[in-house]
């Protein structure tokens, strides 16, 4: 067996990209504009300067192919970056499979994942606009996690709105935010008048990553010194988060190998855009790479829902976005993968799925789990439930795969203060979802008609 030191592919610190690659010039299809939710007619730069500033705007609607990443930002990045990419060869044993199978391992950061990829750059285009302080939302924790790293690297305060399902199956994530410095409340909460409305009608409401967005949205537009900051769906997000598949690039060609399936859980699409997207311009020249994003059975957006516009949170308060949507008042099962509970998906995910440039599959949480176990006993890591879906992506993409082709998936994330979800499994007490199909099309009635 070859040693661990030729089954990690480091990259040189030299070598880490300086630019963020941007996709929208590439797209077969133009992106859909985002629209206003009242006139129904496409948002301007200027009214989206109520949450943002106005460099990430720029970068959300830059026709520019590369952005260049600031000096300060890559200061910070070099805490972690870059990630190591690592061939699982004791994995590929235990499968028989005669594949390779390789891992960017993004839970080196400190927040434990990849969302500090664009936690960084947001806090500092903020920080630099003056703004004093950030509010967000978090489904599982690792976003809120992220940004308050984040936050605390530069200086500037950070308030987190964690679903909440999430704030008490994962308390060892809030006790992390507010180690960095940030405050976290339960979602629904009493701070706002989305949060106070939902409490109303449903006191044991147990959150949703949409009405956690219109709590933090709220929040925002509502205090002159703060803006809002997103983890995932929006287009200067999955920009951010190039750097990921651009270190991949360049790692496999450090041991003469390329991509043939590329592998990512999906629940806004940050991690798998930062994954696949660097090698979209391959693609499409004709390269045989296969894209494939994995979704909870329990939230399929993908695989289910509808490619129409829709509003990205629960209170309307957010543009509408032409994405796969399970409609925005989806109220998701409390499944352990909070970070993939999301009623929609990042619009240029959506936009190369309906192109058919996107494999999406549907897998249950305890299959899922019992891939992370496999993983667990062969690598030795411990994986997030939401990392715990691109592994089972890989699995059985290794399955199929012929010999010697690459299957390279993104680990989004550890596992490590997800300890009471794997107690759970271990114990036999976790049950699987499927979310019903009478079910997406009742909540799909209360999409807005555009066009």
Not at 149 to 157: I, N
Not at 302 to 325: I, N
Request: net charge negative.
């Amino acid at each position: 067996m070859e040693n661990c030191m030729e089954m990690k592919i480091n990259l040189p610190e030299a070598e880490m990209p300086t630019q963020w690659y941007n996709a929208l010039p590439d797209l077969p299809t133009p992106l859909a504009p985002p629209l206003d939710p009242q006139t129904k007619e496409p948002v301007t730069p200027e009214q989206l300067e109520v949450i943002f500033p106005k460099a990430v705007i720029e970068q959300e609607m830059s026709p520019q192919r590369w952005l260049p990443i600031p000096q300060p930002v890559l200061d910070v990045y070099r805490l972690y970056r870059p990630t190591p990419l690592v061939r699982a060869k004791r994995l590929e044993e235990a499968l028989g499979v005669k594949c390779k199978i390789y891992y960017k391992n993004e839970s080196v950061s400190p927040a434990g994942s990849h969302k500090p990829n664009t936690a960084i750059p947001q806090a500092y285009y903020n920080k630099a606009e003056g703004v004093r302080r950030l509010a967000t939302e978090t489904g599982a924790g690792q976003w809120g996690t992220a940004l308050s790293f984040a936050c605390s690297m530069l200086d500037m305060e950070c308030t987190v709105y964690m679903v909440k399902v999430s704030y008490d199956q994962k308390p060892y994530r809030r006790i992390l935010i507010n180690a960095y410095g940030g405050e976290v409340f339960a979602s629904p909460s009493p701070r706002t008048q989305t949060g106070r409305a939902m409490l109303e009608s449903d006191p044991d409401c147990t959150g949703s990553l949409g009405l956690a967005i219109s709590e933090a949205v709220e929040d925002a537009a509502t205090h002159a010194d703060t803006k809002y900051a997103l983890g995932s769906v929006l287009n200067h997000v999955l920009h951010h988060q190039t750097i990921i598949g651009l270190e991949v690039e360049k790692q496999l060609a450090m041991v003469g190998d390329k991509p043939d399936y590329l592998v990512g859980c999906v629940g806004g699409g940050s991690n798998f855009a930062g994954l696949v997207l660097p090698f979209l311009p391959r693609k499409l020249a004709g390269e045989a790479i296969e894209f494939i994003a994995v979704e909870p059975q329990a939230c399929p957006t993908l695989t289910k829902g509808q490619f129409r516009y829709d509003y990205g949170d629960v209170a309307k308060l957010t543009p509408l976005l032409k994405m796969h949507t399970l409609g925005h008042a989806f109220m998701p099962a409390p499944i352990h993968a909070g970070g993939l509970r999301y009623h929609g998906d990042a619009p240029i995910v959506c936009n190369l799925a309906a192109e058919g440039l996107v494999n999406a599959q549907a897998y249950y949480q305890t299959e899922c789990f019992e891939a992370a176990k496999l993983f667990l006993r062969t690598e030795g890591f411990l994986p997030a439930p939401e990392t715990s879906h691109a592994i089972k992506g890989a699995i059985e993409t290794a399955k199929k795969a012929k010999p010697g082709e690459s299957v390279v998936f993104l680990y989004s994330g550890h596992g490590l203060l997800d300890l009471a979800s794997y107690d759970a499994f271990l114990q036999g007490k976790l049950s699987d979802f499927a979310y019903p199909e009478e079910h997406i099309a009742e909540a799909l009635k209360a999409c807005p008609t555009v066009g």
